[in-house]
């Protein structure tokens, strides 16, 4: 009787094959948990912040004022609507062109800032300090080619 020995064959001289396949059950598994967690807490992250807004109502006077624009050219000169003037009678001129507002002071009303792309930067700064400086605090800043 011989003997046979144990080697890579196995029991009885058959080869084992490998199972190379990936078994994915528990990976689905824990992907469908993770689904669900994020479905779940994603309503949970959002913040919402309650903003009342006044209605929209028209003007009182049933007319629209046409708005004033400051226009502030490369060379430094400032222009109201066609007008030129200057920073230390800027206050004055705006108020001349807006007229009075609702409340009686020309304060009040929204003024529009452009400056040509080559206007350096502490022009700028010096027409938007004096407005804020003399009370003007609803000022829009348009951009926009001035031809």
């Avoid at 009040?108 to 040509?116: G, I, K, S």
Wanted: proline share 7%; hydrophobic share 40%.
């Amino acid at each position: 009787m011989g003997s046979k020995l144990a080697g890579p064959a196995g029991q009885g001289g058959k080869t084992i094959a490998q199972n190379a396949d990936i078994n994915v059950t528990p990976f689905v598994d824990i992907m469908l948990v993770l689904l669900i967690i994020f479905m779940v807490a994603a309503p949970m992250a959002t913040v919402s912040i309650r903003l009342d807004l006044p209605p929209a109502t028209p003007p009182v006077d049933g007319e629209q004022k046409d708005p004033v624009y400051i226009t502030i050219q490369d060379s430094g000169s400032i222009f109201i609507a066609e007008q030129q003037t200057t920073i230390e009678t800027l206050d004055a001129d705006v108020c001349a062109a807006l007229g009075p507002g609702p409340t009686g002071d020309c304060r009040e009303e929204r003024v529009f800032v452009r400056a040509q792309p080559e206007v350096k930067y502490n022009s700028f700064m010096e027409v938007m300090n004096k407005l804020q400086e003399k009370g003007f605090f609803k000022v829009g800043l348009l951009n926009e080619d001035i031809t």
